[in-house]
């Protein structure tokens, strides 16, 4: 069984790892890569197959492979489709309030792992004035990427930014309709990334999750590989990595600022996260 390697796929220009390619799909054995892959299916038809299940997908359908996923395509019809494939650690996302969609953190914060154990990969479908949007952007980030001409990384992120953020309220107005783990656990750390700065109960994050707390538990370490509270504090620490990186309040300020009570336990948890005290990564970080 194949494995896409990344050294491979972005060979071409590994400090700028997304891709975005225009194929006339045919028949591929079953592979997986080491990124993330985006399938947006533009015309025709053909049979796609996981590790999970295999069903038809036609013009309008949006697939997201996730890391180290597995899928091959079984028939195509003249099936034309964009691969969208990328690490998104490496790309200079900011996400600014992407994080308030559920649908958002449903597609890309939750792990392998989520989908493995849950046994599915994203899938919906988009169709008219939603389809016809996509439709353009996929052709300006085409254009890009056949041009290459200089700043054309600049606006090959600008169109990206702007395709996740209409296919994550696309997805997170499909996940209102249907009762999937995968939105559940995307609204949950929505509630958190918005709320982070205040103080959050474990039984706030349940009530939210509108499971019991037993597979709520289960299907969050699932989706993030640590426990709620330990998301949480992740959270407050990636926040004032920020703050210290971009602002000169104190050390207690930014520990209040974030979330945290107790500066001192703050300075705990940020050296247990980061391997350097608060103020050795301010100096480290800062010119």
Do not use: W
Request: glycine share 4%.
């Amino acid at each position: 069984m194949q494995t896409k390697q990344v050294e491979i796929v972005f060979r071409h220009d590994l400090d700028f790892p997304l891709r975005v390619c225009y194929e006339n799909q045919n028949v591929t054995p079953m592979h997986s890569h080491q990124f993330t892959e985006i399938v947006i299916i533009i015309s025709g038809r053909g049979i796609h197959e996981t590790k999970f299940s295999k069903y038809e997908i036609i013009g309008g359908d949006v697939l997201v492979v996730p890391e180290n996923g597995y899928h091959r395509y079984v028939e195509t019809d003249s099936l034309v489709l964009v691969n969208l494939v990328f690490k998104h650690e490496n790309l200079p996302i900011p996400l600014i309030d992407l994080y308030k969609l559920p649908g958002f953190n449903a597609l890309f914060s939750i792990s392998s792992e989520h989908f493995d154990k849950n046994r599915f990969y994203p899938k919906f479908r988009i169709e008219g004035n939603d389809f016809a949007r996509i439709k353009r952007i996929l052709d300006e980030m085409k254009d890009e990427t056949i041009n290459v001409i200089p700043g054309y990384r600049c606006c090959l992120m600008g169109y990206f930014m702007v395709l996740i953020s209409n296919l994550s309220r696309l997805y997170t107005e499909n996940l209102n309709k249907i009762n999937e783990p995968s939105f559940k656990i995307g609204k949950v750390l929505s509630y958190i990334k918005s709320n982070f700065r205040q103080p959050i109960k474990l039984d706030k994050l349940i009530e939210n999750s509108g499971m019991s707390r037993s597979t709520f538990m289960r299907k969050f370490n699932q989706a993030t590989g640590i426990s709620p509270v330990n998301y949480l504090i992740q959270t407050r620490i990636n926040e004032a990595c920020s703050l210290l990186r971009q602002s000169e309040m104190n050390i207690s300020e930014i520990a209040f600022k974030v979330g945290f009570n107790d500066s001192n336990y703050f300075s705990r948890q940020f050296y247990k996260s980061v391997k350097l005290s608060p103020s050795q990564f301010r100096k480290k970080n800062t010119v």
